[in-house]
């Protein structure tokens, strides 16, 4: 005999969770975070990035770094967040939107304090990047206990 309980628990069992990331312009920090989980969490999670106001493109010297890095961003296209998006969401990562960003009761939201890398100079990108990076890591680790992650794109980029 099955409960509602065990039913819910064997059909996220199966599920993808999807985390939407969200900034201003969707050109630096969502898009980082948005290729690197998908990178590390090898279909395992599904990421989105949004912005409140996007931006025409994403900034090139964030393309530029991660494409050191071995991470593609030729598909890389600023997008609009949408209620709708969060709500398909399990997780909206805020990254500078602050209270622009639509509010959805029953997802749960995480902000994270990370600089803004449009028009910084590589160093810093670096830095911002290696930032996520590290975040990324640790949410897939708790979204995703026994995903075994790859090294870090930081340990082999030029």
């Not at 279909?43 to 593609?72: C, M, N, W």
């Amino acid at each position: 005999m099955t409960d509602a309980v065990t039913e819910r628990t064997e059909e996220q069992e199966g599920r993808v969770p999807q985390v939407v990331f969200a900034c201003i312009r969707n050109g630096g920090r969502s898009v980082a975070s948005r290729v690197l989980t998908e990178h590390y969490a090898q279909g395992r999670v599904r990421a989105l990035s949004a912005g409140t106001q996007p931006g025409e493109h994403i900034h090139p010297e964030v393309a530029e770094v991660l494409e050191k890095l071995g991470l593609d961003t030729s598909r890389e296209h600023p997008t609009l967040l949408t209620r709708e998006t969060i709500a398909d969401s399990d997780l909206a990562i805020t990254l500078g939107c602050g209270e622009e960003c639509p509010y959805v009761p029953g997802v749960r939201y995480t902000d994270w304090p990370v600089d803004d890398p449009g028009g910084q100079d590589e160093a810093t990108v670096r830095r911002i990047i290696a930032d996520l990076d590290s975040r990324v890591r640790n949410l897939l680790v708790e979204l995703v206990p026994d995903l075994e992650l790859v090294p870090s794109v930081l340990d082999r980029g030029a």
